[in-house]
């Protein structure tokens, strides 16, 4: 099982970026595809991006298309989440996610292992 540790939450403006880091452990981080969800309070764990085992496939909530990227760094076993042009709607807890597969999906059942979180708030 795949242990995942986010970091880069915190407290930024509207307008601005935010970088969330997950640092895996384990020997299948390079096998495996991963993701963040995002889970704000009185409200389900929703998608936010997925990329695949070797970074071919990447996919995003449409209320982050053109704002986050994902990336990946197989030699490092870290996954990044880089968030611009952030919004008030973007507060809430951000969990790292690896599934137990080459490839992603929306739906939270299939994940594997989470991370612990990291809070973003974005103040207006």
């Known amino acids: 099982q795949v242990q995942l540790v986010e970091s880069g939450g915190g407290l930024v403006q509207a307008g601005g970026s935010l970088r969330l880091s997950c640092a895996a452990s384990g020997r299948t981080f390079s096998s495996a595809a991963m993701g963040w969800f995002r889970q704000a309070p009185g409200k389900d764990r929703e998608f936010v991006a997925g990329?695949?085992?070797?970074?071919?496939?990447?996919d995003y909530a449409d209320s982050v298309k053109g704002r986050f990227t994902i990336s990946r760094d197989n030699a490092k076993n870290t996954v990044y989440l880089q968030m611009n042009s952030l919004k008030p709607e973007d507060t809430a807890a951000y969990y790292c996610?690896?599934?137990?597969?080459?490839?992603?999906?929306?739906?939270?059942?299939?994940?594997?292992?989470w991370g612990q979180g990291t809070q973003v708030t974005v103040s207006s």
């Open positions: 996610a690896a599934y137990r597969s080459l490839v992603f999906s929306t739906i939270p059942a299939v994940v594997g292992s």
């Open positions: 990329i695949s085992w070797n970074s071919r496939s990447t």
